[in-house]
């Protein structure tokens, strides 16, 4: 059964700084794998998706990395901002498991003005 | 053009009633998922439709919970005699049934049992 985690559990940053989240899972016959962001009271909002052939996808000021072979993903967020504060969540689709995402537990961002 | 939306946004019941919450896909996504957010806990798949047919009901938590979709549109996800292990935040999701699709969020049903 895949299993998704994500360090730190939690994060708390100045402003301006770049930071990276770290998710691993454990089965690396993944189809693809994503990064949402949650908001409190909002749902999850894609970020990046990153196909099983690909190492890597940016997107502005974020990008995230796949090395499906070591079960590792990251995601690099540059000049970090307040508005950045949520909880980002890491995600796998596995292969032949139709389109059921399996979550990380999320990690909790709060950037500090 | 819509999101995924879902209602209601809040709902608080007694141990014991039944709950319906109700979700609206984007038009024309195919498949449609639900997956429950227990506080402090991950996000955790519960059941998918493809069109109106759902292959596998292995994650849902208990005979308790039960879904259907229409028209592959709206679809409903009820719980019979709550308990309060049944609070939590119940996400909708939508997309295309080409696996490399996005899906789609909605922002949640927050049930809470009394």
């Known amino acids: 059964k895949q299993e998704v985690t994500q360090i730190p559990a939690a994060l708390s940053v100045p402003e301006g700084e770049n930071l990276v989240l770290n998710c691993s899972f454990t089965?690396?016959?993944?189809?693809?794998l994503q990064w949402f962001r949650q908001d409190p009271g909002k749902g999850l909002t894609s970020l990046l998706l990153?196909?099983?052939?690909?190492r890597e996808q940016t997107s502005g000021r974020l990008n995230a990395s796949l090395d499906k072979s070591s079960g590792r993903s990251t995601l690099y967020i540059a000049a970090s901002q307040p508005g950045d504060s949520a909880t980002y969540l890491c995600a796998v689709i596995d292969n032949n498991a139709g389109n059921m995402l399996t979550f990380g537990g999320g990690t909790r961002l709060m950037v500090k003005p | 053009g819509a999101g995924v939306s879902q209602s209601p946004s809040n709902k608080v019941t007694e141990k014991g009633k039944d709950v319906e919450l109700r979700c609206d896909p984007i038009s024309g996504h195919t498949a449609l998922y639900w997956y429950r957010q227990r506080l402090g806990q991950g996000l955790e798949f519960l059941i998918y439709?493809?069109?109106?047919?759902?292959?596998?009901k292995s994650g849902l938590p208990s005979d308790r919970f039960s879904a259907e979709r229409t028209g592959e549109s709206v679809s409903t996800l009820t719980i019979q005699r709550t308990q309060q292990e049944d609070s939590a935040v119940y996400l909708c999701?939508?997309?295309?049934?080409?696996?490399?699709?996005?899906?789609?969020f909605g922002p949640g049903t927050r049930l809470l049992v009394l």
């Open positions: 999701a939508s997309s295309f049934w080409e696996e490399a699709e996005t899906q789609y």
């Open positions: 089965d690396s016959a993944i189809y693809n």
């Open positions: 439709f493809q069109g109106n047919s759902a292959p596998d």
């Open positions: 990153i196909q099983s052939s690909q």
